[in-house]
């Protein structure tokens, strides 16, 4: 009898930690099975990245500075914007966007049924590793706008930037999963990457624009308090590229403040949205 | 039994179309809420857009405060505009569909039933854009009133008639553009890096993220030419410059005609590659 029991679920954190590197493992197997396809995944992206910057190095041609950020100063924004969202690309984006299709399809149920906590796997299960080519370039952006800068970053500010960049990832997942959750009370969400995409493109630059109206004022503090993707990209920006001042270090603060709170809650909405999931295959 | 067959008449085109267009409709209101949820979403970038370009202008270093000729509310309802456009031109999905179509052998469909593969395309375009729009017109028209004092004076009567004459060649356009590019899939079969290449030169050459104008300067001597010439500048700028008023007289009907001629070269090279990809079709298997 006992030699046919399942191995025992896991519970350790070092288990999970292994069966996210054979995740990885899996996928990494996966993208080298379609080598060529990996590689025009990877120069893609990266061309994708020089398109935008070619935009922005447009408009410095006509304007010395967008609210206050310079040139290299907003590149040094750019790139810390490529590195958050590479990184939410190569580990949750695939996951999430299959997400919606299993709720439609019921293929939920499987992984439901699997002895590990169901949103670590329905979050992990694939890496996509052609994303992480952009992570490259822009640490390479980044290095390049930092030599163009006048001051060199504190050590404080390079020390507690990558701490932010992970904070960035994960506040960004949380956002993530909220609209993951969603899918499972409407049935589909197709939309879910648009929903993504024009949510978080609030992020994509310096919060200083959104100032001078009512409306600005309220999209900031929106955007800062009520859904805090805001501080994603400005706060480890702001770190690399500007003086320390008490205004960021505020916000410093806070961003740690609310990674912790849009983990518990989007872990909490998903838990309660798992529970009205009716199965569509039975 | 003749007698059942004789009143059973074989579907007309016209029945046909219409049983597509009705099927597609109904489709597209099946899963209503996602549908409803991302039409809202789309107005979005609009609010960032504004609030970019208000930032760009407030320390533009053109000493007039318009940056080739635009200043910043042109530059907002030229944004406006050219999403309009958009809504028309662009085809999600379109290309990628037709070739997975191809690669899948479902293609095969079309040649044993008397349905013109691209009549069924345009017929389900058609439905799914009407209803499109019955649902984003309620949106479209709210940002548009909202936004009115970005908008200049009311065009012309014929300034406005070849504002919408081109906004419906660039549905047109946009369509046996995009259909080609779907049809390439006969001979490559995995066509998704070239339509992000196309994805790229849209990006840029339709001119949706900014005027074109504001490449005027930057780009060499031949690569301007063929700026004014190629035909991705009608499924977004285009419109929105004759609405603005930015193109004289001349230039509207010039490149009204220059249109007009896109949309058939697009036209002709579509028929022409779905019938020499067919023929070098072969599907095996059930």
């Known amino acids: 009898m006992s030699q046919n029991a399942a191995p025992p679920p896991p519970h350790s954190l070092l288990d999970y930690v292994r069966l996210f590197f054979m995740f990885a493992q899996n996928s990494l197997i996966r993208d080298m099975t379609f080598r060529s396809n990996f590689l025009i995944e990877l120069v893609t992206g990266s061309v994708w990245v020089f398109m935008n910057l070619g935009f922005y190095l447009l408009i410095y041609q006509f304007t010395d500075a967008i609210a206050g950020w310079g040139q290299y100063q907003f590149f040094v924004f750019i790139a810390t914007t490529i590195l958050v969202n590479s990184m939410v690309q190569v580990f949750f984006m695939p996951n999430m966007q299959e997400l919606s299709e299993l709720v439609r399809t019921g293929g939920l149920d499987f992984a439901l049924l699997k002895p590990i906590d169901t949103q670590f796997l329905l979050s992990l299960r694939k890496i996509n590793w052609s994303s992480a080519g952009n992570f490259i370039v822009a640490l390479g952006l980044l290095v390049v706008s930092l030599g163009q800068l006048p001051g060199q970053p504190t050590l404080l500010g390079a020390c507690l930037y990558p701490l932010y960049l992970i904070a960035g990832v994960l506040l960004l997942y949380s956002v993530m999963m909220t609209l993951a959750a969603t899918s499972i009370w409407l049935g589909r969400n197709q939309s879910l990457y648009d929903f993504w995409f024009y949510i978080t493109s609030f992020s994509r630059y310096p919060m200083e624009i959104y100032g001078g109206s009512t409306l600005g004022d309220g999209l900031r503090l929106a955007f800062t308090y009520l859904i805090p993707i805001l501080v994603v990209i400005n706060v480890p920006a702001q770190l690399m590229a500007k003086p320390l001042d008490a205004d960021s270090a505020y916000l410093a603060g806070y961003a740690l403040l609310a990674t912790v709170a849009g983990l518990t809650f989007s872990r909490w909405l998903f838990k309660r949205a798992l529970e009205s999931y009716r199965s569509a295959s039975s | 039994m003749s007698a059942t067959l004789s009143t059973q008449t074989t579907p007309t085109a016209r029945s046909a179309w219409w049983t597509i267009f009705r099927t597609c409709i109904e489709e597209r209101l099946v899963y209503r809420g996602d549908f409803a949820l991302g039409t809202l979403m789309r107005f979005l970038p609009i609010v960032t857009q504004v609030f970019l370009w208000t930032a760009v202008f407030a320390s533009a270093k053109t000493g007039d405060g318009a940056?080739?000729?635009?200043?910043?509310?042109?530059?907002?309802?030229?944004?406006?505009?050219?999403?309009?456009?958009?809504?028309?031109?662009?085809?999600?999905?379109?290309?990628?569909?037709?070739?997975?179509?191809?690669?899948?052998?479902?293609?095969?469909?079309?040649?044993?039933?008397?349905?013109?593969?691209?009549?069924?395309?345009?017929?389900?375009?058609?439905?799914?854009?009407?209803?499109?729009?019955?649902?984003?017109?309620?949106?479209?028209?709210?940002?548009?009133?909202l936004c009115g004092d970005y908008f200049p004076e009311w065009p012309s009567a014929s300034r406005f008639a070849a504002f919408v004459l081109a906004l419906g060649m660039g549905f047109a356009l946009g369509f046996f553009l995009e259909a080609t590019l779907g049809m390439i899939g006969f001979w490559f079969l995995e066509v998704s890096s070239l339509l992000f290449v196309y994805m790229l030169f849209n990006f840029f050459f339709s001119g949706h993220m900014f005027p074109l104008e504001f490449l005027n300067g930057s780009l060499p001597k031949p690569l301007a030419a063929v700026l004014a010439y190629q035909p991705l500048q009608y499924l977004a700028y285009f419109p929105a410059a004759v609405y603005l008023g930015k193109l004289d007289d001349e230039a509207v009907l010039r490149g009204l005609a220059l249109q007009a001629g896109w949309v058939l070269f697009f036209f002709m090279t579509c028929r022409w590659s779905m019938h020499a990809g067919m023929k070098r079709y072969s599907g095996y298997g059930g």
């Not at chain 2, 469909?109 to 013109?116: E, L, V």
């Open chain 2, 67 to 145: 940056i080739r000729g635009y200043t910043r509310d042109d530059v907002v309802a030229y944004y406006l505009l050219t999403m309009l456009g958009r809504a028309l031109s662009s085809m999600p999905g379109l290309a990628s569909g037709i070739a997975a179509q191809i690669r899948t052998g479902e293609i095969k469909k079309f040649m044993i039933q008397p349905i013109d593969l691209i009549g069924f395309c345009l017929a389900a375009r058609l439905a799914h854009k009407l209803v499109y729009y019955t649902v984003a017109i309620g949106p479209f028209a709210l940002v548009f009133w």
